[in-house]
């Protein structure tokens, strides 16, 4: 499957799944607002950060079972697990680029 490459003018919705404040949720955390704050400034975006001890409703209707997890939504909507460690990983998986920066 092909993924879009985000153009001028959209802009990305993310919402970021964690459980409380154990080292995972604050790692992801942490590697998405740095992933944003490097390669989606230019283009702009929404970040959420939904904590499915207090929200667990949310988490279910987004269908996600484990946390962290990242949902993008956009015209082809993309879902990562884990703590967004590898920055370009996340970057190419949100369609920004080829993950390196310009």
Not at 14 to 22: F, I, S, T
Not at 43 to 68: K, S
């Amino acid at each position: 499957m092909e993924k879009e490459k985000r153009v001028a003018g959209d802009v990305l919705v993310l919402r970021l799944y964690v459980a409380g404040d154990g080292p995972n949720s604050r790692q992801a955390v942490g590697n998405l607002k740095a992933i944003c704050s490097r390669w989606l400034e230019p283009v702009g975006y929404q970040l959420e950060i939904v904590d499915i001890l207090e929200e667990p409703f949310r988490a279910l209707e987004d269908g996600v079972l484990v946390t962290p997890t990242l949902i993008a939504d956009g015209s082809a909507p993309v879902s990562i697990v884990g703590t967004l460690s590898d920055h370009g990983a996340v970057v190419r998986a949100l369609g920004l680029n080829d993950g390196s920066r310009e």
